[in-house]
């Protein structure tokens, strides 16, 4: 038998002599076809069942068909299950990449056999050298992301903006010379930092740190309100006399950080609070995502007041109407923080229905 | 020497961001974070799509 006509396997014994024509098929004589039907499956090779990437049944580099063969299931199964655990932490297609690069495919070595064969050769050391080596780029990078969104921040976004674009120039002329595309995710990292400091607008050149202020009547609050760069601020109102003052102005600006304003329960909380990117929880409402604007009991006339215009760009800000909360603590009073907004909520009620 | 497509489209693609920022830094122009993530999220689709194109051109090439 030779691999050119596979499709029967007689014994030697039984051929026609040379020169003789070749008999016709009889009923005891299967037909080519027959034999080949009939002919049993060749002998499963020797060792345990090697899995494969399919190359036959592949979508993306043939895993699932791979599997599905294996445990003799429909592939679709296991594409099912690698999309869906993307949602949910991702740690199917973590394996689906492992999978990729070190189970081989039944046909051509793909590209990522190939990378997987390179990986192999390079060994266990060099492997987590170039995966250490691959983390700290990465620092590097997020450093200069945060090195130019902190530029940015401190009033230097025209000239960050200028060394971006003289950057990306210098990509589209170098292209001409054969490119350099080293030069590529470093701009990128500038590029981001800059542009989410900027739509941001932080403003961080009032200083970084933490300030706390407690001032005992309305006059002790400046004009132009509390505020600065960066950090934890807190102003405390719960000292000054609320029946005496009724209505208390106050401006809050904050570039980065946490801002908390606490005032008594019984202060109705009214005024406009903005913030960048981050949470806003004003008398228990709470929101949170990019440009939260929040109009508090707007037009009402309930005593005491505390009329708010506050401005963060990136964190928290709370305004608590709690007797009770303590800036070092997040919580208002018994159970999770969450759980407590609803206290300050009905205290909200009840004061601004106050007159 | 053949230009490289890359460079070229990358360098562009940074460059409108820098002058993004720079309108936004100047005053000219109020750019939300909605925006600025719409815009770096063009950039970086217009980078890694130019990349596949021309690795694919390579590839052909061979």
Redesign the interface.
């Known amino acids: 038998m030779t691999d050119d006509n596979p499709s029967i396997d007689r014994p030697r014994g039984d051929e026609p002599p040379a020169g003789e024509p070749p008999t016709e098929p009889t009923a005891e004589q299967p037909t080519e076809a027959q034999a080949t039907e009939q002919r049993p499956a060749p002998p499963p090779a020797s060792g345990p069942r090697r899995l494969r990437r399919s190359s036959g049944d592949r979508v993306v580099v043939g895993v699932a068909g791979g599997l599905g063969r294996y445990f003799n299931v429909d592939p679709v199964i296991f594409r099912i299950g690698f999309g869906l655990s993307v949602f949910f932490g991702g740690l199917g297609a973590f394996a689906y990449l492992l999978l990729a690069v070190f189970v081989p495919t039944d046909g051509d070595p793909d590209r990522a056999q190939r990378a997987g064969g390179r990986l192999q050769s390079i060994g266990l050391w060099r492997g987590l050298a170039l995966v250490a080596l691959g983390l700290v780029a990465l620092g590097g990078l997020f450093v200069l992301a945060g090195g130019a969104a902190f530029a940015?921040a401190l009033g230097w976004?025209?000239p960050?903006?200028?060394?971006?674009?003289?950057?990306?120039?210098?990509?589209?002329?170098?292209?001409?010379?054969?490119?350099?595309?080293w030069?590529?995710p470093p701009?990128?990292a500038i590029?981001?930092g800059?542009?989410?400091a900027?739509?941001?607008d932080v403003d961080i050149r009032g200083g970084i740190g933490e300030r706390d202020y407690r001032p005992l009547s309305a006059e002790a609050i400046p004009a132009d309100g509390y505020g600065f760069g960066m950090g934890h601020l807190v102003v405390d109102l719960r000292a000054i006399d609320w029946a005496q003052e009724r209505v208390v102005n106050l401006d809050v600006d904050l570039g980065v950080g946490q801002a908390d304003v606490f005032v008594p329960a019984s202060v109705c909380v009214t005024g406009s609070t903005h913030v960048?990117?981050g949470e806003s929880l004003v008398a228990g409402e709470q929101d949170e995502g990019?440009?939260v604007d929040n109009d508090v009991a707007s037009g009402s006339a309930a005593v005491p007041r505390l009329v708010i215009d506050a401005d963060l760009d990136i964190g928290q800000l709370r305004v608590v109407n709690s007797d009770t909360a303590d800036a070092d603590d997040g919580g208002y009073g018994p159970g999770s923080f969450h759980d407590d907004s609803a206290l300050l909520r009905d205290a909200q009620a009840r004061a601004c229905a106050a007159r | 020497m053949r230009t490289d497509p890359v460079s070229l489209a990358s360098g562009a693609a940074i460059a409108a961001l820098g002058a993004l920022v720079l309108l936004d830094s100047s005053g000219a122009l109020d750019v939300s974070l909605g925006w600025i993530a719409v815009a770096l999220s063009a950039a970086l689709g217009v980078i890694v799509l130019v990349s596949g194109f021309a690795k694919d051109d390579s590839g052909r090439q061979d």
């Open positions: 940015v976004g025209i960050v903006a200028i060394v971006v674009i003289a950057l990306g120039a210098l990509l589209a002329l170098t292209a001409r010379s054969g490119g350099a595309r030069l590529i701009a990128v590029a981001m800059a542009g989410v900027a739509a941001s960048g990117a990019t440009d």
